[in-house]
């Protein structure tokens, strides 16, 4: 039987720094030339299959400001399992060498959407396998590794033990340092990759199936939290529209509510803006979520009757339902990253980006509208291309290598630890610390969260090593 052990963390939970770069980042410092960026979604050779792999190389530089500390020659192995989808990619020598990602999306089909207990088992079954591949790919073993880096929170703290575990064995049988990765903080720094230009402090907003998260980067480990949801995401309102509608599941409820509402009338439906008289940066989706729900029923729309099978009549009043909701889903983002812009610029006047990432990102609806409010305010849309904006282990190898560079890293497991071993699992894990103007009423009488935000952690262990 597989027993699962929640992390209890302390204050300070198990995050090391140490000062400088470690032994192993200075012993093979070299100098690497600029690259131009390939994008894996425009190689004539990425196709998306149930279980497939990225064979183009991605070739990037850091801003000049931070070229001079960069190590690249450093390879790191991430390992992504937060929530449906099991990911591992290897960065080294400047390169992303290789990415493999096994899709649940027939799980996701089956269950109209995650279902924690079958997630984690399809993880368990397939990530030694994705590993491997992501290894094999990469022409390396886990001896040219200099480390492993594994997303521990947020996410679902059943699939989160898969990757973790996994990413131990790896670290502890060939004594390679370990970095833990805040699944959020990878989505808004993997946009580093594509823009060489970013560069802290910049925006952020962060959208995806559990998430909703505008946030003001101000560098690496520190952020200050504009807005996040109330309730539900955007992911989860497409998704449940989608499965209503009765959408094709196996890709995500976003990409089918996308098709769909590009053949109806975004105005035909009357669906109020949530939150629209909240002068915060703050999201709810559950309200927008009901209000579909009852329009669907207005319109007696059978859900178990695929959009495939529906009449010409029934499959209209389906699409401008998608296109309805779409729009308004979309204008609350706007007004709340309208406002978040406006905070931010009083907080660091220099900024000069948005980033716009996660799964929802990959809507071209989403990013047009996005980009008009971002230039309004004249600043520069950042997107990263749609195969990094879904969970990825790209996102967390790069991640960890931003940390492990400046010495946050924890040191080798053991090669061997007992069953009843508690793992590091944060699925309740904020990322900066909340901006008094975004403080949210309804939020705060939510259950407390368990872990201190990641900015909090960095912040506590500075003062701890200057003292």
């Known amino acids: 039987m597989v027993r699962l052990f929640l992390t209890l963390s302390p204050a300070i939970p198990r995050f090391n720094l140490f000062p400088g770069i470690s032994i192993l980042a200075t012993k093979l410092r070299t100098k690497t030339p600029a690259f131009s960026l390939i994008s894996p979604s425009s190689s004539p050779n990425f196709q998306r299959t149930r279980f497939y792999s990225i064979g183009t190389r991605i070739y990037y530089s850091l801003p000049n400001s931070e070229n001079s500390n960069f190590d690249d020659t450093l390879v790191v192995l991430g390992i992504e399992t937060s929530c449906d989808d099991t990911a591992a990619a290897v960065r080294g020598n400047g390169e992303i060498l290789s990415q493999v990602i096994s899709s649940q999306a027939e799980l996701l089909a089956q269950y109209g959407g995650v279902a924690p207990k079958q997630a984690e088992e399809a993880h368990s079954q397939v990530i030694d396998k994705v590993v491997q591949d992501a290894l094999d790919r990469a022409s390396l073993t886990?001896?040219?590794?200099?480390?492993?880096?594994?997303?521990?929170?947020?996410?679902?703290?059943?699939?989160?033990?898969?990757?973790?575990?996994?990413?131990?064995?790896?670290?502890?049988?060939?004594?390679?340092?370990?970095?833990?990765?805040?699944?959020?903080?990878?989505?808004?720094?993997?946009?580093?990759?594509?823009?060489?230009?970013?560069?802290?402090?910049?925006?952020?907003?962060?959208?995806?199936?559990?998430?909703?998260?505008?946030?003001?980067?101000?560098?690496?480990?520190q952020y200050t939290q504009l807005g996040t949801t109330v309730d539900d995401a955007i992911g989860e309102a497409f998704d449940k529209t989608a499965k209503w509608l009765g959408l094709d599941m196996r890709r995500s409820g976003g990409p089918a509510v996308e098709e769909l509402a590009l053949e109806g009338d975004a105005k035909s439906v009357k669906f109020n803006v949530p939150m629209k008289y909240h002068k915060d940066c703050n999201f709810s989706y559950a309200g927008l979520k009901t209000q579909v729900r009852l329009a669907i029923e207005a319109k007696e729309i059978d859900a178990k009757c695929p959009v495939s099978s529906a009449t010409n009549e029934d499959r209209r009043n389906r699409a401008d339902i998608a296109a309805s909701f779409q729009r308004v889903a979309v204008?609350?983002?706007?007004?709340?990253?309208?406002?978040?812009?406006?905070?931010?610029?009083?907080?660091?006047?220099?900024?000069?980006?948005?980033?716009?990432?996660?799964?929802?990102?990959?809507?071209?609806?989403?990013?047009?509208?996005?980009?008009?409010?971002?230039?309004?305010?004249?600043?520069?849309?950042?997107?990263?291309?749609p195969s990094l904006c879904t969970d990825n282990g790209v996102m967390v190898a790069w991640t960890g290598l931003e940390h492990f560079r400046v010495g946050r890293y924890d040191p080798p497991p053991p090669a061997t630890e007992p069953d009843d071993f508690v793992y590091d699992l944060r699925p309740r894990w904020p990322l900066g610390e909340e901006y008094a103007k975004g403080r949210s009423k309804a939020r705060s009488m939510r259950t407390a969260r368990i872990h201190p935000s990641l900015t909090s952690i960095i912040r506590a262990d500075s003062l701890q090593q200057q003292t």
């Open 331 to 385: 204008l609350h983002l706007e007004e709340k990253c309208e406002r978040a812009i406006d905070w931010a610029l009083e907080l660091e006047p220099s900024i000069k980006h948005m980033v716009v990432s996660g799964g929802v990102a990959s809507n071209k609806y989403v990013r047009l509208r996005l980009n008009n409010i971002v230039e309004n305010k004249n600043l520069k849309l950042v997107c990263p291309p």
């Open 142 to 221: 886990e001896k040219d590794l200099s480390a492993v880096a594994v997303t521990i929170g947020p996410g679902l703290s059943l699939c989160l033990r898969v990757g973790v575990r996994k990413a131990r064995s790896v670290a502890g049988n060939f004594s390679l340092p370990i970095v833990g990765v805040h699944h959020m903080e990878a989505h808004a720094l993997v946009a580093r990759l594509v823009e060489q230009e970013l560069s802290f402090p910049f925006m952020a907003l962060l959208i995806s199936g559990g998430h909703n998260l505008l946030v003001l980067a101000h560098k690496l480990g």
